[in-house]
């Protein structure tokens, strides 16, 4: 059996499988509480904490989308 293509299966298999790997973990981190921030949890140091964690800004003092829009402005 000759498949001309089994190299190519094979490596978008193991890619398939890793990519779920991965998203099942982050699913369960999440699920679990636990801080996805890109900044270690020292939300201190993160410009974007503003957006993803709920640690750095109690949620009244979020920004709203309109006065981001103005920010921007």
Do not use: W, Y
Not at 17 to 41: D, N, T, Y
Not at 55 to 64: F, L
């Amino acid at each position: 059996m000759n498949i001309p293509n089994l190299p190519t299966l094979i490596v978008a298999a193991i890619v398939a499988i890793i990519f779920v790997v991965i998203v099942v973990h982050e699913i369960r981190s999440r699920r679990q509480g636990k801080h996805s921030c890109s900044a270690g949890g020292h939300c201190g140091s993160c410009s974007a904490c503003s957006c993803c964690c709920s640690e750095s800004k109690p949620i009244e003092e979020t920004s709203s989308p309109e006065q981001v829009k103005q920010d921007n402005r």
